[in-house]
């Protein structure tokens, strides 16, 4: 079965400590985004990568670091330095980026910082 | 500044009706138009895409439609039924940095009522 797969489905962490969210895909996909959702809000594009070791920041990079090691792992490290860490975080692939190409998105980690 | 806005936050239907999620942008540039629906603690799933030159696009019981002088895009759903209530999410693709991106609206929650 393809997909994206992101665990755990819910984290908790002191304030202060690093924590990192992963991500993983089988979808074959070149390209992966990681995403911000906050109540009431839209969507917010943290980083994005459009292939293996190479990684462009966002809109909201703050705070935020990731690597892509492998063409099926993105992981992304809310660091102590994001200054508001609580929210639901969404991780998505597309099998490129450009073209109009729809991405497709995993179920989500919500992260509750306390 | 909100390049993708979904003026209205929600929306309720009598099932088997017609639902209309509208969607406005500033940015003539944008490539493609998306509609993403979501339900609680879950990832976006992608419904339907319409491209910049085109008007309309159908796709079973959704369909998009795209004024591109109005600057503005709407999904229809018919007829509708209670499995689509959720909150649904107006996106927009910009070439930014060399490759695509998404820009989401803040979303329309739709319930469709028995």
């Known amino acids: 079965d393809g997909g994206i797969t992101q665990s755990p489905k819910y984290l908790f962490r002191k304030e202060g400590q690093n924590v990192t969210l992963s991500c993983e895909q089988n979808l074959n996909h070149d390209a992966m985004y990681w995403y911000r959702q906050d109540p009431g809000q839209g969507l917010r594009l943290i980083y994005y990568s459009q292939i293996v070791n190479d990684f462009q920041k966002g809109d909201i990079a703050e705070g935020y670091s990731v690597s892509r090691e492998k063409k099926e792992s993105f992981p992304l490290t809310v660091t102590s330095a994001q200054k508001n860490p609580t929210a639901f975080y969404l991780c998505a692939s597309s099998i490129g980026s450009s073209g109009g190409i729809p991405q497709y998105f995993g179920p989500g980690t919500r992260l509750t910082v306390l | 500044d909100q390049q993708v806005k979904q003026n209205s936050p929600s929306l309720s239907v009598q099932e088997g009706r017609i639902s209309i999620l509208n969607c406005d942008y500033t940015n003539s540039m944008f490539d493609y138009f998306l509609w993403y629906k979501k339900y609680p603690a879950e990832g976006p799933t992608f419904l339907i895409s319409?491209?910049?030159?085109?008007d309309k696009n159908e796709d079973g019981r959704f369909t998009v439609f795209l004024n591109k002088s109005a600057k503005h895009l709407s999904l229809h759903i018919v007829p509708s039924q209670p499995g689509d209530s959720a909150v649904y999410f107006c996106?927009?693709?910009?070439?930014?940095?060399?490759?695509?991106?998404?820009?989401f609206g803040k979303g329309t929650k739709l319930t469709v009522n028995p």
């Open positions: 319409i491209s910049s030159i085109k």
């Open positions: 996106a927009a693709i910009v070439y930014q940095g060399g490759s695509e991106k998404l820009v």
